[in-house]
């Protein structure tokens, strides 16, 4: 069973390849157009397919379009209603809608002798709840969705028996999680359906003092529904401009709208699990990208586990549209790694090096070179393996730099050209993790927060955020065996077990994808290394 998944009408178009219930390769069309998001979500641009990613998925297993099996599209129009009767403000909708209905006929365009008979259409939430209830390691389990909208609703909340979904509650529109937060980012300056992540970090910085007004139109309803809609930012701090100071109101407004966010997921995991019984939740859904509100879901809530898909925004529909598609034809297998994407052989990294004339090392061991030069203080541009699907850097296509200095995440920042209060991550190894950090482990994708240890927080300053945590990511020695050892390297070399981890990109941009891009962002930014496969190619050489 071949089966091509599809997310393509609101935002981050994506495609993956599922084939005889093994997950084959997912990527996001960001990647390879180089457009941040793909394109932005508007009913203008809902026509537009992830033709470059879906392309590559078929050529990478071997596959022409006339050889799937099955195409699953993550939306079904006909479960959609007028967006006036949902209470959206979205005139322009209805053509959204066209669009949706010519799916087939879009999509057979773009992959020539692809049967426009077998696109099927899978309703937006079951995709996203397929994309973590059957992806995650758990069995049996309990699934929550939450995002900015779907066909009619912003949320879903089940549970998966062997395999089959049992749906228990979906909120209908206009009360939305995804969309209350999607607001307050345009409030703050920022753009929504983009920048939430920087309202999650800037929350850090004040104090919940608007909660409680905020929280009589933000609340879960103890029902597995809730209320969110309706919020009269300017009641509580001034439009921010993009490009204009922050003030400590703007602080204070994003810390109590995150405190309501997580207040409802609290409310609407109780009662998912008072109705199922289940130990472990699956979380999706672009709210489900909110690492401080997983950790309080996590450490408060009432299972025991919770997994989150690592592409849990729109881009992961793609993949939960394909599972969901080839769960009716039998079990599919767990998502074993989030290194989904492109990667290339040791020879094509040499030629395309050469191509570039370029100087270049093969150490003995890179992952040993890369951490004698983290030990002195230099950042390192790491490319290797295939490219992550989601929107984290976990190991393969990275900025790494040393986490004892302090200074190195205002220098990290300036890297990247991005905001001052944005944090930077650690890897760990898996099992080192618990002396350090506080939280759910492992946590391999970035997705939770921890505390840091007191007695680690000087000795780690460059990744401990102002309320004391940190967004880690744990490595496991056998999953991730390269960057593994550089983490052993590093820590016989400064007697931390813990490097900097962060995007390997500049603000704006896409995560590096190609070694090109690699090779771009190398030259136009102040790093000192670039570690490429096995090679190694220096600042100091390549620009003298």
């Known amino acids: 069973m071949r089966v091509l998944g599809i997310n393509a009408l609101f ?15 997912a990527a996001e069309e960001e990647r390879f157009s180089r457009r941040k998001h793909g394109k932005r979500p508007l009913p203008f641009s809902a026509w537009e397919l992830p033709e470059l990613s879906a392309r590559w998925c078929l050529e990478t297993a071997g596959l022409t379009p006339a050889d799937l099996d099955a195409v699953a599209y993550s939306y079904d129009h006909a479960l959609a209603l007028p967006a006036e009767e949902m209470g959206l403000d979205d005139p322009w909708d209805r053509l959204r809608q066209v669009y949706a209905r010519k799916a087939p006929e879009f999509l057979a365009e773009a992959l020539p002798g692809l049967d426009p008979d077998k696109v099927r259409l899978v309703a937006h939430h079951v995709a996203h709840a397929a994309s973590a209830g059957l992806a995650a390691p758990l069995g049996d389990c309990a699934v929550l969705v939450l995002d900015g909208r ?20 979906a909120q209908p529109l206009p009360e939305s999680l995804g969309l209350f937060y999607e607001e307050l980012t ?3 300056g920022f753009l929504r359906s983009s920048d939430e992540f920087k309202v ?6 004040g104090r919940p003092r608007f909660a409680d007004r905020i929280g009589e ?3 879960g309803r103890g029902d597995g529904g809730f209320r969110a809609s309706d919020v009269r930012w300017s009641d509580f701090a001034p439009r921010r401009n993009p490009g204009d100071p922050y003030s400590q109101e703007h602080a204070d407004l994003a810390a109590s709208a995150q405190r309501c966010l997580e207040d409802t997921l609290l409310d609407l995991g109780q009662w998912l699990h008072e109705r199922t019984g289940a130990t472990g939740l699956a979380f999706a859904g672009g709210v489900a990208l909110n690492c401080v509100a997983n950790a309080r879901l996590h450490r408060e809530g009432p299972f025991d586990q919770v997994w989150v898909q690592p592409a849990a925004g729109d881009a992961g529909t793609a993949l939960g549209a394909a599972l969901h598609v080839a769960a009716e034809q039998g079990p599919v297998r767990p998502m074993a790694t989030a290194a989904l994407g492109r990667g290339w052989s040791d020879e094509e990294l040499r030629r395309i090096l050469e191509t570039a004339a370029l100087p270049y090392e093969e150490p003995e061991d890179v992952a040993a070179a890369v951490a004698e030069e983290l030990a002195q203080d230099g950042i390192v541009a790491w490319f290797q393996g295939r490219s992550e699907f989601g929107p984290r850097a976990l190991g393969h296509r990275s900025l790494l730099a040393h986490p004892g200095r302090a200074e190195n995440l205002e220098r990290l920042n300036a890297v990247k050209g991005r905001e001052e209060f944005r944090p930077v991550a650690p890897m760990v190894l ?11 482990l492992p946590s391999p994708y970035m997705l939770f927060v921890h505390e840091v240890a007191e007695e680690w927080k000087s000795r780690i300053p460059a990744v401990v955020h102002v309320d004391g945590t940190a967004r880690i990511q744990t490595v496991d020695r056998t999953a991730e065996p390269l960057v593994a050892r550089m983490l052993a390297a590093f820590e016989q070399r400064t007697g931390l077990p813990v490097v900097v ?3 390997l990109n500049t603000a704006g941009r896409p995560m590096v994808d190609h070694p090109r891009e690699a090779l771009e962002c190398f030259g136009s930014a102040p790093v000192d290394l670039l570690a490429i496969g096995p090679f190694l190619v220096r600042r100091a050489k390549a620009f003298s």
């Open 430 to 440: 898996a099992d080192r993790a618990a002396e350090l950090f506080d939280g759910p």
């Open 501 to 503: 981890n962060t995007s």
């Open 217 to 219: 139109r933000v609340h």
């Open 186 to 188: 345009d409030h703050l």
């Open 150 to 169: 779907g066909e009619c609703s912003s949320q879903l909340a089940g549970k998966y028996t062997d395999g089959r979904l049992d749906i228990l509650s």
């Open 11 to 25: 935002h981050d178009p994506s495609a993956a390849l599922v084939i005889d219930g093994e997950i084959v390769a």
């Open 200 to 205: 999650m970090a800037l929350a850090s910085y």
